[in-house]
T-cell receptor, first 116, second 113 residues
Framework: KAGVTQTPRYLIKTRGQQVTLSCSPI?????VSWYQQTPGQGLQFLFE???????NKGNFPGRFSGRQFSNSRSEMNVSTLELGDSALYLC???????????????FGPGTRLTVL | DAKTTQPNSMESNEEEPVHLPCNHS???????IHWYRQLPSQGPEYVIH???SNVNNRMASLAIAEDRKSSTLILHRATLRDAAVYYC??????????????FGKGTLLTVNP
C-alpha cells in the first residue's frame, strides 16, 4: 500500500506570492491533517479535513487555508507569503477523523517551502 | 492545553535499553499519551499510545505513572535506526470534532555504535 505522498517536495517562493501544496492520503484514509514544522516552533497543527469539511483548526492566520476533494486528496494554500512561512509542511492521513483519539496518523515526507 | 516536557537530548549505545521520559503534569482524564518519532529527513511515524495501563508493541513499551503525570517510552534494544527525535503527544477526546493536539519539543536520541 502506497504511503502518504506530498508534492512538490521542495519549493522556493518570494514574499507576497501564494503557494499551493498537495497531499494524497493512503488509499482508504478519509482524514487529512496538515502541520507546519520550523526549528523554532517545532511541529504545529494547522488544520484537519474529513469528508471535504474542515473539522479542526490550529492557531494560524487566515492566510493559511485548505480544502479536501471527494477522493480525500487535500491541498493547502498560503497567500501573501512571509519570510516566517519558511518551513517543512507535513501532511498526515488517518482512517477516521481526529475525534478518534486512538487513531494513528501516517505522515508524508513533507514539502520544504523556502520564502525569499 | 496540557503541555509535555521532555529532555532536549539523550544518548544511548547500540543494543542497550533506552528510557525516554515525558512529563505531563497538567494531563486531563481524557488525554491519551501518544509517542511519535521523526527520523532525519522524514515525516513523523507512530510508535505507541496509551491511556492508563502500560502498553507494549513490536517497536517499544510505554510505561505510564499511576498518577499519569509522567510516562516513559522504552526501547528495549536500541539500534542505529532508532536515532531520531521522539515526540510525546497528548491527544484529547473532548467530544465531537473539537480536538486538540499538543506536540512536545521532542527528545533527540543519539545511538552510538
Amino acid at each position: 500500500k502506497a504511503g502518504v505522498t506530498q508534492t512538490p517536495r521542495y519549493l522556493i517562493k518570494t514574499r507576497g506570492q501564494q503557494v499551493t501544496l498537495s497531499c494524497s492520503p493512503i488509499s482508504g484514509h478519509r482524514s487529512v491533517s496538515w502541520y507546519q514544522q520550523t526549528p523554532g516552533q517545532g511541529l504545529q497543527f494547522l488544520f484537519e479535513y474529513f469528508s471535504e469539511t474542515q473539522r479542526n483548526k490550529g492557531n494560524f492566520p487566515g492566510r493559511f487555508s485548505g480544502r479536501q476533494f471527494s477522493n480525500s486528496r487535500s491541498e493547502m494554500n498560503v497567500s501573501t507569503l512571509e519570510l516566517g512561512d519558511s518551513a517543512l509542511y507535513l501532511c498526515a492521513s488517518s482512517l477516521a477523523p481526529l475525534a478518534g483519539v486512538t487513531d494513528t496518523q501516517y505522515f508524508g515526507p513533507g514539502t520544504r517551502l523556502t520564502v525569499l | 492545553d496540557a503541555k509535555t516536557t521532555q529532555p532536549n537530548s539523550m544518548e544511548s549505545n547500540e543494543e542497550e535499553p533506552v528510557h525516554l521520559p515525558c512529563n505531563h503534569s497538567t494531563i486531563s482524564g481524557t488525554d491519551y499519551i501518544h509517542w511519535y518519532r521523526q527520523l532525519p529527513s522524514q515525516g513523523p511515524e507512530y510508535v505507541i499510545h496509551g491511556l492508563t495501563s502500560n502498553v507494549n508493541n513490536r517497536m517499544a513499551s510505554l510505561a505510564i505513572a499511576e498518577d499519569r503525570k509522567s510516562s516513559t517510552l522504552i526501547l528495549h534494544r536500541a539500534t542505529l535506526r532508532d536515532a531520531a527525535v521522539y515526540y510525546c503527544i497528548l491527544r484529547r477526546a473532548s467530544g465531537g470534532s473539537n480536538y486538540k493536539l499538543t506536540f512536545g519539543k521532542g527528545t533527540l536520541l543519539t545511538v552510538n555504535p
